[in-house]
């Protein structure tokens, strides 16, 4: 390892109610991969902020590259050769891939040589970006790789990289860490904040790890387990989730040759989906976003009605042409992928927010019996273990993993029939995400029926009874869990499963389905 890069001594900053850094201590040499590891709510955001100069630290030093620097805004931090890649993103929807690139570049570049150089990048790195594309038509997935490209276009010199691989097929994956490794080999140093322990494991040589805001250790997580990087984090390891046999029933959900095409020119068309979710199950769809996730997403949820009544059918009633209000009254729940903005409303109280799917606490008349929602919001903060400052608390004053918790528990809680997730764990830590799989099984083992979709393969084979692909606007026949592999899935995920297996599985789907009907 070469010299300091970054050393940070006493930092500390104060919200309303919170301490969110208290002293911390931070050094990270050049070439160096560290991870920052902790639980949600640890302070890790909020210290990745202070040092890329997005937050102002109330006390403490910060030297980069031996001399001491104040950071007073993002600009300065790139000027050093600092980037960052957010989880939650700092992208404007109205201007294209390459304009949002272009903004945090040096000016001297024309949007033309820009856009030359992300599809350069894309390329070299395995991440299919269209530099014209309009912000607000791309997957949370697709944001995440705009984000990545334009940090990596700066030529870092320190580079903190935010949940960096929930976007990528497992061969991705092994692709960006030799990217990583080479950077790091340069001189580039890498600030590398995941959930996922065995990544951290694999690629980083130094971690850090905090929890309330201090820090609890610095380790080398190459001689840890996973058992041991738990305890270091959240003090225990997480629970084990506890699986038992499906006790299937009736199909809940079904889908019938849906073909939808795209609504705009960056979508996706979807090609003769069909699905079948059982009462009692578990089905869990794997894929790289943009692949037509959304875009089912929309025609499953209500959101997009153009569909036939009879492609979408729910508990036996064609719904293809409902909104979402008449399919949650038939007991379909739904909990989308952007968290802030439709998940919740970031300016809204966590209470008000339980009127976006939720309307026991309206009495007669339209009258919101707010005493019912604080008590509920309450319920669920205690139930979920969020961390928040009470039912009050604002949407958006959540850290990631603790608004997804709440989310999540708000649709399980309204004890639906049918309940769909997208991302269900996606930048939760690993005792909140067990809490979350563990709640997704207990409500299956209550006869809900579940659809997971996520680009997490780890956590589809930890909680699916069956699993399909997502692909190019197609979806493979499904799997059973016990019969899938990893490296299977992963081909599958671009698109490469073969006609005599997909002919063999669609018969075998469709016997599935034929007993599934039977009335006796």
């Given amino acids: 390892m070469g010299e300091l890069r970054l050393l940070l001594s006493g930092i500390t900053k104060r919200y309303p109610g919170v301490v969110a850094n208290s002293g911390v201590a931070l050094s990270v040499r050049a070439g160096e991969i560290h991870a920052v590891l902790g639980e949600n709510g640890a302070g890790k955001s909020?210290?990745?902020?202070?040092?890329?100069?997005?937050?102002?630290?109330?006390?403490?030093?910060?030297?980069?590259?031996?001399?001491?620097?104040?950071?007073?805004?993002?600009?300065?931090?790139?000027?050093?050769?600092?980037?960052?890649?957010f989880q939650h993103f700092s992208l404007f929807d109205t201007l294209t891939v390459a304009e949002n690139v272009w903004l945090g570049l040096d000016k001297q570049l024309s949007l033309s040589?820009?856009?030359?150089?992300?599809?350069?990048?894309?390329?070299?790195?395995?991440?299919?970006?269209d530099p014209a594309r309009p912000v607000h038509t791309l997957s949370v997935g697709e944001m995440q790789r705009v984000e990545i490209i334009r940090a990596l276009l700066t030529d870092p010199r320190l580079l903190i990289l935010d949940e960096p691989t929930s976007v990528l097929t497992p061969q991705a994956v092994d692709k960006l860490f030799v990217v990583l490794r080479k950077l790091a080999s340069e001189g580039c140093s890498i600030l590398y904040i995941s959930h996922k322990l065995h990544e951290i494991r694999e690629l980083c040589t130094a971690c850090t790890v905090l929890r309330g805001g201090k820090v609890t250790g610095v380790t080398d997580p190459r001689q840890e387990s996973n058992a041991s990087l738990s305890r270091l984090m959240i003090g225990a390891e997480p629970p084990a989730l506890e699986r038992v046999a499906p006790q299937t029933g009736g199909v809940m959900l079904e889908v019938r040759n849906l073909s939808l095409a795209r609504e705009d020119h960056f979508g996706v068309d979807l090609h003769n989906i069909d699905l079948a979710v059982r009462t009692g199950e578990v089905v869990g769809v794997a894929g790289v976003s943009g692949n037509g996730q959304r875009e089912m997403l929309y025609a499953l949820s209500g959101e997009d009605t153009r569909a036939s009544a009879e492609m979408v059918w729910l508990d036996g009633r064609p719904v293809g042409a409902l909104g979402p209000r008449p399919r949650r009254a038939l007991g379909l729940h739904f909990v989308p992928e952007e968290r802030l903005g439709r998940g919740a409303v970031p300016a809204l109280s966590l209470a008000q927010n339980l009127l976006l799917t939720r309307d026991d606490a309206v009495g007669a008349g339209g009258w919101i019996r707010l005493g019912d929602l604080r008590r509920?919001?309450?319920?669920?903060?205690?139930?979920?273990?969020?961390?928040?400052?009470g039912p009050d608390a604002s949407a958006r004053?959540?850290?990631g993993g603790n608004l997804q918790k709440f989310i999540v528990?708000?649709?399980?809680?309204?004890?639906?029939?049918?309940?769909?997730?997208?991302?269900?764990?996606?930048?939760?830590?690993?005792?909140?995400?067990?809490?979350?799989?563990?709640?997704?099984?207990?409500?299956?083992?209550?006869?809900?029926?579940?659809?997971?979709?996520?680009?997490?393969?780890?956590?589809?084979?930890?909680?699916?009874?069956?699993?399909?692909?997502m692909a190019h606007g197609r979806l493979s026949p499904s799997l059973d869990r016990a019969e899938a592999t990893v490296s299977q899935i992963g081909e599958w995920m671009s698109g490469l499963w073969s006609p005599a297996v997909q002919a063999h599985l669609a018969d075998v789907e469709h016997s599935s389905k034929e007993v599934a009907h039977d009335p006796a």
């Fill in 113 to 129: 040589q820009v856009s030359e150089r992300i599809s350069l990048k894309a390329a070299e790195y395995g991440l299919d970006l």
């Fill in 409 to 469: 528990g708000r649709e399980i809680d309204a004890q639906p029939k049918l309940l769909i997730v997208s991302q269900p764990t996606w930048g939760v830590d690993v005792g909140a995400a067990a809490q979350i799989r563990g709640a997704i099984l207990a409500l299956r083992d209550a006869g809900c029926a579940v659809l997971v979709f996520s680009e997490e393969l780890d956590e589809l084979f930890e909680i699916s009874d069956r699993l399909h692909v």
């Fill in 376 to 389: 509920q919001a309450e319920e669920l903060i205690s139930r979920f273990n969020v961390k928040a400052n």
């Fill in 397 to 399: 004053s959540l850290s």
């Fill in 46 to 85: 909020t210290l990745m902020k202070i040092i890329y100069g997005s937050v102002k630290p109330d006390e403490g030093q910060m030297r980069f590259d031996g001399r001491e620097v104040v950071i007073r805004n993002p600009q300065e931090a790139r000027a050093l050769g600092i980037a960052m890649v």
